[in-house]
């Protein structure tokens, strides 16, 4: 989920932690585990500052060692441990129960979207990725925010956000019904495909839609069980060739191979005599054009001139960031 969700079911946690005797009869206990609920719902999200280095390394480690196993235990013991240390007096045990609570939920939450996370390394490094709810969903977070609304007005935190929460899963459960009828509509309709990725959107009956068959890739969008096949391109294999050798083992590229499940790709020469590698990812058609790339320009000799990966919507953009590493 984006940070804004994180943030408000942090305080929504935190109201929830009035059902704890402990918590709600402590007011500093209370004051500690909200600091933790709401720090713990952001903490697993800190690998988001790899974007200060480049994309490649953001693409190849966010959501993953800090959404890992180890990071659930480890979080709510280093946060529990600075706030236990700055508000003396509190019940150190339920500040790092809630604390748990809220980076649990983040990290479970995060499985649900398109995007995913290495939720269970170190057992395996594969990617958990249930793909039925938007990486931000209006619907959740505005019954956040009506819960907080509601407490603030002076209801009940505990009765409030659990029907609140209860609400959220029959959401879930019509989230998970409606992908299961786009994935039979997608089967109608491609009949021959081999794997299916559906991925919400913000709104709740248009879903993206990404397949693959023996012989062709399919992208389109679905609404409700009307399916639209908007590209359909055929599969090739990469070429096994020296450009190709060398492209892929730039760090841009590799990272979006690491990442992208479902891409095609394009070779071109350009008028400056440099081979360019383009990758594009098929799971995000937006407006005719499919933002997430990873590019390479190389020489003559086969050597890597600049490259970039990442999300860009217009080609002058792409050609700037390509512009930029090679002046670096």
């Given at each position: 989920?984006?940070?804004g969700?994180?943030?408000?079911?942090?305080?929504?946690l935190?109201?929830?932690?009035?059902?704890?005797?402990?918590?709600?009869?402590?007011?500093?206990?209370f004051?500690?585990?909200?600091?933790?609920?709401?720090?713990?719902?952001?903490?697993?999200?800190?690998?988001?500052?790899?974007?200060?280095?480049?994309?490649?390394?953001?693409?190849?480690?966010?959501?993953?060692?800090?959404?890992?196993?180890?990071?659930?235990?480890?979080?709510?013991?280093?946060?529990?441990?600075?706030?236990?240390?700055?508000?003396?007096?509190?019940?150190?045990?339920?500040l790092?129960?809630?604390?748990?609570?809220?980076?649990?939920?983040?990290?479970?939450?995060?499985?649900?979207?398109?995007y995913?996370?290495?939720?269970?390394?170190?057992?395996?490094?594969?990617?958990?990725?249930?793909?039925?709810?938007?990486?931000?969903?209006?619907?959740?977070?505005?019954?956040?925010?009506?819960?907080?609304?509601?407490?603030?007005?002076?209801?009940?935190?505990?009765?409030?956000?659990?029907?609140?929460?209860?609400?959220?899963?029959?959401?879930?459960?019509?989230?998970?019904?409606?992908?299961?009828?786009?994935?039979?509509?997608?089967?109608?309709?491609?009949?021959?495909?081999?794997?299916?990725?559906?991925?919400?959107?913000?709104?709740?009956?248009?879903?993206?839609i990404?397949?693959?068959?023996?012989?062709?890739?399919?992208?389109?969008?679905?609404?409700?069980?009307?399916?639209?096949?908007?590209?359909?391109?055929?599969?090739?294999?990469?070429?096994?060739?020296?450009?190709?050798?060398?492209?892929?083992?730039?760090?841009?590229?590799?990272?979006?191979?690491?990442?992208?499940?479902?891409?095609?790709?394009?070779?071109?020469?350009?008028?400056?005599?440099?081979?360019?590698?383009?990758?594009?990812?098929l799971?995000y058609?937006?407006?005719?054009?499919?933002?997430?790339?990873?590019v390479?320009?190389?020489?003559?000799?086969?050597?890597?001139?600049?490259?970039?990966?990442?999300?860009?919507?217009?080609?002058?953009?792409?050609?700037?960031?390509?512009?930029?590493?090679?002046?670096?």
């Amino acid at each position: 989920m984006d940070s804004g969700t994180h943030f408000v079911m942090g305080i929504a946690l935190g109201g929830l932690a009035l059902a704890d005797p402990v918590v709600a009869n402590h007011s500093m206990t209370f004051t500690a585990v909200m600091a933790g609920t709401i720090i713990g719902s952001q903490a697993p999200d800190v690998d988001t500052v790899l974007k200060l280095r480049n994309n490649a390394i953001y693409i190849r480690h966010h959501r993953g060692i800090t959404h890992s196993l180890p990071a659930v235990a480890i979080w709510p013991i280093l946060i529990t441990v600075v706030l236990s240390l700055i508000l003396q007096d509190v019940n150190v045990f339920h500040l790092w129960l809630w604390t748990f609570l809220a980076v649990g939920l983040h990290v479970f939450v995060d499985i649900f979207n398109a995007y995913g996370t290495q939720a269970i390394r170190p057992f395996s490094k594969k990617w958990v990725a249930l793909g039925v709810i938007n990486t931000f969903d209006p619907i959740i977070f505005s019954l956040h925010c009506l819960g907080i609304v509601l407490w603030a007005f002076g209801t009940n935190p505990v009765w409030t956000f659990s029907i609140m929460y209860i609400v959220i899963v029959i959401y879930y459960i019509l989230r998970f019904a409606v992908q299961r009828a786009v994935k039979k509509a997608v089967h109608h309709t491609i009949q021959d495909e081999e794997y299916v990725i559906v991925a919400p959107t913000m709104r709740f009956f248009h879903w993206r839609i990404a397949a693959k068959s023996k012989t062709h890739y399919y992208v389109g969008r679905a609404y409700g069980r009307t399916v639209n096949i908007y590209d359909k391109f055929e599969i090739k294999p990469l070429p096994k060739t020296p450009v190709i050798d060398a492209a892929m083992k730039d760090s841009n590229l590799a990272a979006f191979v690491s990442f992208s499940p479902m891409y095609r790709w394009e070779i071109s020469e350009l008028e400056n005599g440099l081979t360019e590698v383009r990758l594009i990812d098929l799971r995000y058609r937006s407006d005719n054009r499919y933002p997430f790339v990873a590019v390479a320009h190389l020489n003559d000799d086969y050597e890597i001139v600049t490259s970039y990966t990442g999300w860009i919507f217009t080609e002058d953009k792409l050609q700037k960031k390509l512009q930029i590493g090679a002046s670096n």
